[in-house]
Every structure is written in C-alpha cells, then in structure tokens.
C-alpha cells in the first residue's frame, strides 16, 4: 500500500515538473525568443511618425525657381486606437457616411495594419485642416495630422516638362520593393519628377512619440535618440528658360502642336511646349485628382505631352530642301522618286 501511493505521488511529481517546464519554456520563448509581444506593447505605447522631406527644388537656367514646394496636411488614422467619438467628429467634418468611414477604415487596415498610421485623407484643403486642427485633441489619439510637402509652381508653365506627383498603389510597391516607399508616400509618374525621381525625392524622417495611458502623445521616446531626420531631395538646374517657355505658351494659346526651342550650342532644351497644355499648379494639392479626371476625359488631350509623343509628317518645304541638298550632293537626280507615307 505504501509503495502504491509513493508509486503515484512521483507520476503527480513527474506531471507537476514536465507542467511547470512547459511553462517556464513558453515564457521564456515569448520573453527572449519571439518579439511578437514586444512588437504589439510597443506599437501601443509608442508613436512612429513619419516626417515627410521637402523635394529638390528645379531652377531654370537663370537660377530662377521653377518648381518649388509649400507645405499642406494629411489625417493619417491608426486603426486599433479609433474611438466612437473620434468617428462622429470625422464624418461630420470630411462629410462621409458610415459606409464610406468603414470602407475607409478597412483600407488603411489592408495597407499598413492595425496599429501602424495610414492616411485617411490626404492634401486636406484649408477649410478643412482649420476645422480638423481646432479639434486636433478630440480626434486624437486615433487621428493625427501629419505636415506634407506639396509641389508649387511660381511660373505656371511646362506642366509637361516637369511632370506631376502621384500616390503609389500596390503594383508600384511591389516592383520597387527595396526602394523604402510605403502606402501613402507620393512618387514622380511623368516628366521630370518621374525621370529624377531618387534625385529630387529626398530620405524620410522618423520620429518616435511615447504614450501616457490614454494613447496620446506626450515626449519623445529615448529623449529622440532613434529618431531620424528628414533630408530635402537635391535641387535640380536645367536649361530652360522661364520667360521664353511663357512667351511659347502665349504664342499658342488656343492652338494644337508643340513648339521646341534648343540651343544650337549644348543641345539644351530652352523651351518645350505642348498645346493645348494645363497650369501645373492644378495637378497639385487638395483639388488634384478632381482636376486630373477632367483633363482626362478632355477631347483636347491636354494632359497628352506633344513635343515628345505627337507624330508630324515634315512638311513641302522641308521635302523640297532636302531634295535639293541631295542634287547638289550626287546623291539623286531630277528623275528620283522616294514614297512619303
């Protein structure tokens, strides 16, 4: 009898110690091994806001600036940290239903997760940002807004030349995967700001904020000492010219066809315009992609860059010219005939 129970408090034994192993296995996994914990504790009690750079700015070949840059803002939400009061202030002021918030709200979900920032509403116009910026302490901790800088253009000319700005998809992503971009930066898709991309583009800053206990941000975490600092993209100097480029716009005004101007000496392009062509400063900002879907659907084709993808058969004159050139040369006779098609 005695043998049976000692028998049964060493399994008891054996059980209680391969028990309190597994326990002590599992802890020490979740606190050294796995960082899945640690992420999820850090993601709520630290804010990672990101600094958007300044982009090169373009001076013409006078040093005069042609493409500069003016600071609007976005409302980036955090999913996990938006409450029902944050919902109600937000859709009466950005004017959504329920079903266009939650189809929102899903979006920057699928983008960036739960407690990363996504923007919600980007390049918010003035009326806007002052109504979401006087009540900036009622929408947070679930809504920020974050400064971003946007393109301005002091001459409103060669939207053709110099491109536009547009938000990168999933496709984008996934084929410049190493490059550091993310949902909601912006990136160069035509002309020049696509064509100088990783010069004008610039680095992104990071900063950290630390969290009280109702998820806002109080100081900055490790006194600032993982932060990064923006770094504005390098400037650019071409060889146009900006008053010779106006005076081009001005001459066709109300035309179809491009106008090229190139010095004979450097093979610089002075002045390239495309008509009809678009004021650049309506592809930038709040009203952008409203704008873009007009001149989109446009029968004119404005937003179709002449000088460069129109097709003009040469005309009589140039025929003539070269027929004579080629006379002169030895090349052809009087008798020759080449089809122009």
């Not at 929102?104 to 923007?119: D, E, M, T, W």
Request: glycine share 8%; net charge neutral; proline share 5%.
């Amino acid at each position: 009898m005695t043998d049976q129970y000692s028998f049964r408090g060493r399994i008891i034994q054996i059980i209680i110690g391969f028990a309190l192993l597994v326990v002590v296995a599992q802890l020490f996994n979740l606190q050294v091994i796995s960082s899945k914990y640690s992420q999820m504790a850090d993601n709520q009690a630290i804010y990672r806001k990101v600094i958007y750079p300044s982009r090169g700015v373009v001076y013409d070949r006078k040093n005069r600036i042609m493409v500069d840059n003016t600071l609007l803002y976005d409302l980036v939400i955090i999913p996990a940290q938006v409450r029902e009061s944050d919902t109600t202030l937000i859709k009466q002021i950005l004017q959504l239903d329920d079903k266009a918030f939650h189809e929102r709200l899903i979006s920057a979900i699928i983008k960036n997760g739960r407690y990363q920032p996504s923007v919600f509403e980007g390049l918010l116009d003035e009326k806007t940002y002052a109504a979401l910026a006087e009540n900036h302490y009622r929408i947070q901790p679930g809504f920020d807004l974050v400064e971003r800088p946007v393109r301005k253009y002091p001459y409103p000319v060669a939207g053709h030349v110099f491109g536009y700005l547009g938000e990168v998809d999933p496709g984008f992503l996934e084929k410049h995967a190493a490059e550091g971009y993310r949902m909601g930066d912006y990136t160069g898709m035509t002309g020049l700001e696509s064509s100088y991309e990783k010069v004008l583009m610039g680095v992104r800053g990071i900063e950290y904020w630390q969290r009280d206990n109702k998820n806002r941000p109080t100081k900055r975490w490790e006194n600032g000492d993982f932060d990064t600092t923006a770094i504005t993209g390098r400037a650019l100097y071409s060889s146009m010219d900006a008053e010779l480029q106006e005076l081009g716009e001005l001459l066709m005004s109300g035309k179809m066809g491009s106008v090229v101007a190139i010095n004979p000496k450097t093979g610089g392009i002075l002045a390239m315009v495309s008509a009809p062509g678009y004021d650049p400063n309506l592809l930038t900002g709040a009203q952008r992609r409203q704008q873009f879907s007009r001149m989109y659907v446009d029968p004119k084709q404005p937003l179709l860059n002449r000088s460069v993808t129109g097709s003009y058969s040469p005309g009589s004159t140039f025929k003539t010219l070269q027929a004579l050139v080629g006379m002169q040369e030895g090349v052809i006779d009087q008798d020759y005939g080449y089809p122009c098609r």
